[in-house]
């Protein structure tokens, strides 16, 4: 969307000049500069908002606020803070549903912008604020300390309000090109006023709790991404809404500092692709850890996007459900004919059936394959010829070769290649004073691995020093490291050295950490999916409380501190293991906006004791489970996100979240299958479940159970109708015996078992259980129970499949009342009824 005057924001508050501009990003979320609502080093007091633009039809809305980020129950923001701020409005504000589209601006030719706000000069003599429009160049470079430099060739005519005359724009967003870039945030007196500076909003992105805000309370469809803006950059659809081309799914990962083309090996994916069987173009790279597939791919899919493809998709394959996920994404933003966003299995299916046939050139890449069979089913076919896939995993495995595949072998780079690394890194960072006579030395010691040299340089660049400095370094610790990291725990074949590298940098980490939170961070980190986890996580009391208990002090006899830690102490220390290469932290990325590579996340469970991984184990369950929503359906993309993060963590603590019983996250991950439809998935899920339950708790366990009832409803769900009902029977006798008739639990596989014969076509039984369902719930939770409302529910539908249709119209409509009384006429249920 472009600037849109009836979004426009006067700002007021108790200050003494307390007022400024804004812009609403949602119905009641309110963009505008931390200044003005932190005048003098204080928080202001009252704040008044007037929303629109006197001169449309809907005229101006008086609002409330508050200030919502920063939290002013934080205390005060840090003399650095980023000069950008969040309001709340006490009610809504009706505007179109469109949502802000953020940019990043770039490039050597100066861009346009544009904006809108209420600046001091433009108050007329009845203290009436008007609004100014701001237009000018952004240029191409910027020297402004405070953010962007906007140049504007119409200013006020000198001597009027010569003090500070466009104070009152303060707050103001900046457009290019159709995308915010940034907030006006002061003027420039040195400048004769012809200039305004503006905090770039990319910065803000990267901040806790902003992006989340914007993504929850934004106007429907406001995501955290940002687009490059340049003078050349369009909209990405036409005002007719058709999809303009190319578009990119994922994003494609951007590449590293010192980025090595690796010139051979791209030659060999380019002849592998064009060599390739005429069905389709496809190659699988294989490698162990850390040697830079990914970086290839991402390298392969940028160059794709430079030479005119169409689409590209980048799509996380550790686990299927993440590559259901990315093709449903891709299918809803080509708007696919048959796309409906409500079972994403299908939408994904209407992806491969278009790019089967489709003139338009396409590159899917699946990164990281750990499931060759699972993903086999979503291999894309190009029948045209027009589209190829680019695959990376760590697997040797016959199911990712044949059938017009071809498999290319990345191993790590060639001494000129590690040369060329360092050379580069260092020298881009003016550090080229740190190489010298060891520099060849020092990357064959690092057995020239890609990561592994990542991490000494930024290891070397961080801490100033030579390659000399650092090899002594390296091989002294090595020799200490002897007992931590023994050769018999690398059965991978990762090699010892990058665990030696990870360690130094860690040291040289938790000695700039000024938070005492790093290690225990990373620790957490360690455990949970490498493809990325929600930074969202690191908001929930569950971790914020653990890092709180599990400080480490900066000395071996300094005391842990023992004040409550905060999400943005907890970011920090994010960033701090972002800088010394440890993980990557980009909230651009959400809900995978923390990431750690595999071989480095091995490396550090490797130091943990079995003690520490039980108590790590219970936090990022906890907090997983905190942040998991009601309701999946609206989340897509976090809900795959924490699945595919339950799964990690359980695979890599084994039974320890299974003591003293199963933890509820095992179960949420569960019932998450079955809500997105993933029949398949669940089936799979749930029997081993049910298998891992029977081994550690016993058969006659309630969790037992209840992981059995899980798989009889996948079972159904999945068209197995008759094995759901002899599960369903077996544990519906199980559950009487050792839980009783009147358990909740009972109840709920009884009403599952009257569904299952329902839809089997057993009516008659499905009647009688249905009444014996309802008097029970009625007696035993209450009339107004959703659990009892379900149950009227589904005995309505059966009296209606029975053809008694007169006695299921009156039982719907007892329902439909009882549910506007009791959970609200927009509730979900309330709708389904």
């Not at 997983?624 to 359980?650: I, M």
Request: aromatic residues 6%.
């Amino acid at each position: 969307m472009t600037l849109d005057p009836q979004r426009l924001v006067l700002v007021r508050t108790t200050a003494p000049d307390g007022v400024g501009s804004g812009y609403l990003l949602g119905p009641q979320l309110v963009l505008t500069a931390l200044h003005v609502v932190f005048p003098d080093s204080q928080w202001a007091g009252q704040v008044e908002t007037q929303v629109g633009h006197p001169r449309y039809e809907t005229g101006l809305v008086d609002r409330g606020a508050e200030v919502c980020w920063p939290d002013p129950r934080d205390g005060t923001p840090a003399e650095d803070a980023l000069d950008v701020a969040l309001l709340w409005l006490n009610e809504p504000v009706a505007t179109d549903d469109q949502p802000v589209r953020w940019g990043q601006p770039g490039g050597v030719v100066p861009v346009r912008f544009e904006g809108a706000g209420f600046p001091a000069f433009a108050v007329d003599t009845e203290s009436v604020a008007q609004v100014e429009y701001l237009r000018g160049e952004l240029p191409a470079v910027s020297t402004s300390s405070s953010g962007w430099v906007l140049d504007c060739p119409v200013w006020p005519a000198p001597g009027r309000n010569a003090v500070r005359p466009w104070a009152g724009a303060s707050g103001s967003a900046v457009f290019c090109h159709g995308r915010l870039v940034g907030v006006a945030v002061e003027d420039n007196k040195a400048m004769d006023w012809r200039r305004l500076h503006a905090t770039p909003i990319h910065e803000a992105l990267s901040l806790p709790g902003f992006a989340d805000l914007i993504t929850r309370h934004g106007h429907p469809g406001t995501t955290s991404l940002l687009e490059d803006v340049t003078s050349e950059t369009t909209a990405a659809r036409s005002d007719s809404g058709e999809v303009v081309w190319p578009v990119e799914i994922g994003p494609v990962p951007t590449l590293a500092s010192a980025f090595q083309p690796r010139s051979a090996l791209r030659q060999a994916v380019d002849d592998a692709r064009s060599s390739g069987a005429a069905v389709v173009l496809t190659q699988v790279l294989s490698g162990g850890g850390g040697v830079g597939k990914t970086q290839l791919a991402a390298a392969c899919a940028i160059d794709a996007l430079r030479d005119g493809v169409d689409l590209v998709v980048w799509a996380a394959a550790t686990e299927t459900q993440q590559v259901i996920t990315q093709y449903a994404q891709g299918a809803a933003r080509i708007r696919m004919p048959g796309a409906t966003g409500q079972d994403p299995e299908s939408d994904a299916r209407a992806l491969l059936e278009w790019l089967a046939t489709t003139p338009q050139r396409w590159l899917v890449v699946l990164d990281d394959i750990t499931d060759p069979d699972g993903v086999s089913r979503w291999w894309p076919v190009s029948r045209s010829g027009t589209g190829w896939v680019l695959a990376t995993t760590r697997l040797k495995d016959a199911h990712l070769t044949g059938g017009g595949r071809t498999r290319v072998d990345i191993d790590v780079y060639t001494p000129q290649e590690a040369d060329a690394y360092l050379q580069t890194r260092l020298t881009s960072e003016n550090m080229i004073h740190l190489l010298d006579d060891q520099t060849a030395a020092l990357a064959d010691a690092l057995g020239h691995l890609p990561l592994a040299l990542s991490h000494a340089a930024a290891y070397m660049i961080n801490e100033e020093l030579t390659c000399t400095a650092y090899l002594n370094l390296f091989t002294h610790r090595q020799t200490r490291l002897s007992q931590a990291l023994p050769e018999t725990a690398d059965t991978e074949g990762y090699g010892r050295q990058i665990a030696t590298t990870l360690l130094i940098s860690l040291d040289a980490a938790q000695a700039a950490d000024t938070t005492c939170l790093a290690a225990p961070a990373l620790h957490i980190a360690a455990l949970l999916d490498p493809a990325g986890h929600p930074h969202a996580l690191w908001t929930t009391p569950p971790l914020l409380n653990y890092l709180t208990a599990h400080r480490t002090p900066s000395h071996p006899h300094e005391p842990a501190k023992q004040t409550q830690v905060t999400s943005g102490q907890a970011h920090t220390a994010l960033r701090l293991l972002h800088r010394y290469a440890l993980l990557t932290c980009d909230q651009r990325t959400e809900p995978r906006g923390v990431r750690i590579h595999a071989l480095t996340a091995r490396a550090v469970r490797e130091t943990t004791t079995e003690d520490q991984q039980a108590l790590l184990a219970a936090a990022a369950a906890d907090a997983l489970l905190e942040l998991w929503p009601e309701v999946d359906q609206p989340h897509p993309d976090l809900a795959a996100s924490l699945r595919a993060n339950t799964d990690a963590l359980a695979g890599h603590t084994q039974d320890q979240l299974w003591h003293p019983d199963a933890h509820p996250v095992l179960y949420r991950a569960g019932t998450s299958l079955l809500n997105a439809g993933l029949a398949a998935s669940a089936t799979a899920y749930w029997q081993d479940m049910t298998t891992a339950s029977e081994r550690l708790l016993g058969d006659d366990h309630s969790h037992t159970l209840a992981a059995r009832a899980h798989l009889a409803v996948s079972y159904g769900q999945a068209g197995r109708a008759g094995e759901a009902i002899l599960i369903e029977e077996r544990v519906l006798l199980d559950s009487e015996r050792v839980l009783g008739d009147d358990h909740p639990d009972t109840l709920t596989v009884r009403a599952n078992l009257a569904v299952s014969y329902w839809e089997a076509g057993r009516t008659g039984e499905a009647i009688g259980l249905l009444e014996q369902v309802v008097a029970d719930r009625e007696r035993v939770l209450g009339d107004d129970h959703p659990d009892t409302l379900t149950g009227r529910s589904n005995l309505a539908s059966s009296y209606r499949q029975a053809g008694r249709t007169g006695e299921a119209i009156g039982l719907l409509e007892q329902v439909v009342a009882d549910r506007e009384r009791v959970l609200g006429d927009d509730h979900p249920d309330t709708l389904t009824a």
